[in-house]
């Protein structure tokens, strides 16, 4: 390897570990729908096992989170929280590609969130079945079309 193959290596392992620790903070709090930009950093440097705390020279904060995450095509974003308190945050729906690309088993596990109903889904292959009784067929106002008043 390289110098530079090694770096990037290095660094897209370190991307893969942060999705799995936000995943896991996530779970923690019963995978809510976001989670403040403040808290999730907090939450990160908590880990005593993690190497955020050691990330960059004071450690991890909001600045470089974004920076690690803008390769997955996520990032914060203003969210009113229960009471009224508004704060940059980070949406949970916005990590699940990402999840389910670099950490596959992490996902299949994954519950759905509490607060809402799964989405009906269409049965896979056929199309849905033709209301039941008569629609009338042909132009609007009859076989001859609108009458003309003359």
């Known amino acids: 390897m390289t110098r530079h193959e090694a770096a990037q290596d290095e660094q897209s392992s370190l991307k893969t570990r942060l999705l799995r620790d936000i995943h896991r903070i996530f779970a923690q709090a019963d995978n809510p729908e976001a989670l403040a930009t403040q808290d999730l950093v907090a939450s990160l440097l908590q880990d005593a096992e993690a190497p955020w705390a050691e990330y960059g020279t004071?450690?991890?904060?909001?600045?470089?989170?974004?920076?690690?995450?803008?390769?997955?095509?996520?990032?914060?974003?203003?969210?009113?929280?229960?009471?009224?308190?508004?704060?940059?945050?980070?949406?949970?729906?916005?990590?699940?590609?990402?999840?389910?690309?670099?950490?596959?088993?992490?996902?299949?596990?994954?519950?759905?969130?509490?607060?809402?109903?799964a989405p009906a889904r269409m049965p896979q292959g056929r199309p849905p079945a033709a209301p039941a009784g008569t629609l009338p067929v042909g132009p609007p106002g009859g076989p001859a079309g609108p009458k003309r008043a003359l």
């Open 58 to 117: 004071k450690g991890l904060n909001a600045y470089h989170l974004s920076n690690l995450l803008r390769d997955f095509n996520i990032s914060p974003a203003n969210y009113r929280f229960d009471k009224g308190r508004q704060a940059k945050a980070y949406m949970r729906n916005r990590f699940l590609d990402a999840w389910a690309r670099n950490c596959p088993d992490l996902v299949e596990a994954a519950p759905e969130p509490e607060h809402g109903a």
